[in-house]
């Protein structure tokens, strides 16, 4: 089976250079904008083989399969993201046409001409806003992905009349990935009875759905979304190992060592010491 990766935040840019690189196929479960600055290689897309070069672009959405191969020095790109990032339904409406795209039959975007060089502009002001973590920037990146969203559907044509039943199972996924990482400081909101009724799945099937979509266990999940969260906690401030589990939820300090250890093999203040080095 194809490896899944995953996203822990509604929102992320991963920029990479890669001078020898062979990435095999894989797939997400978010949505992915891949920006070539610059180079060439080959860039497989479910069953469609590409020849990337500078300045292509490829919008991938939840359940996309593919693969890269690097023949000259490349600079990536990417822009990942799910539904809970934007606030308005609307934006989360445009998300769901997207899900028609064509990419599953011709993969890179193309752009009128007089639109290119805007929407490169509007990612690399992405990439620096994401990276610069100035004043605002959460609000003016979803402003600036918003407008992305809008030229990518004036550029391509979404289809009518198709069943969209695997595209409605894709957003509940992301729906329910949203609220776990939204009330990941809730327990008793992340029960499988709570989390089936919410998203009308059987308590009896939603650790079994989500396994079958997302490839890892819905307690696995959780999990590592409480692991993102003490990881940053833990490299910033000062703030104790007992803050740090009340604010997870965690009854007492007990567990949240015994969750620790359960996850890194370490004491909290040895994971603390080997995050900090």
């Not at 904008?33 to 292509?56: R, V």
């Not at 007992?242 to 203040?269: A, M, V, W, Y």
Request: charged residues 25%.
């Amino acid at each position: 089976m194809d490896r899944t990766f995953f996203i822990y935040r509604d929102f992320e840019v991963y920029s990479v250079d890669e001078y020898s690189w062979r990435k095999e196929r894989h797939r997400h479960n978010f949505f992915e904008l891949l920006f070539i600055e610059f180079g060439t290689g080959t860039h497989i897309l479910n069953t469609n083989e590409h020849q990337y070069k500078s300045n292509d672009v490829y919008f991938l959405t939840p359940g996309d399969i593919h693969s890269f191969r690097t023949i000259e020095p490349t600079r990536f790109h990417c822009l990942r993201f799910l539904p809970g990032f934007f606030s308005g339904v609307g934006e989360v409406s445009e998300l769901e046409k997207l899900f028609y795209y064509h990419n599953r039959t011709q993969g890179c975007l193309t752009l009128e001409s007089s639109d290119q060089a805007f929407f490169e502009s509007l990612i690399l002001k992405v990439v620096s806003e994401a990276a610069q973590h100035k004043k605002r920037h959460n609000e003016l990146i979803r402003h600036l992905m918003s407008s992305i969203l809008q030229l990518i559907l004036r550029s391509v044509t979404v289809k009518k009349g198709i069943n969209s039943g695997k595209n409605t199972e894709d957003l509940r996924v992301d729906n329910i990935l949203s609220y776990i990482r939204a009330n990941i400081t809730n327990p008793h909101l992340l029960k499988k009875r709570i989390i089936a009724e919410r998203f009308s799945v059987s308590v009896n099937y939603i650790g079994e759905y989500v396994k079958k979509h997302l490839n890892v266990s819905l307690r696995e999940y959780i999990e590592e979304c409480k692991m993102q969260i003490i990881k940053k906690r833990l490299t910033q401030g000062n703030r104790t190992f007992s803050e740090i589990g009340s604010d997870l939820g965690f009854i007492d300090s007990s567990h949240f060592n015994r969750f620790i250890r359960r996850n890194t093999g370490k004491s909290p203040s040895e994971f603390r010491a080997l995050l900090n080095k």
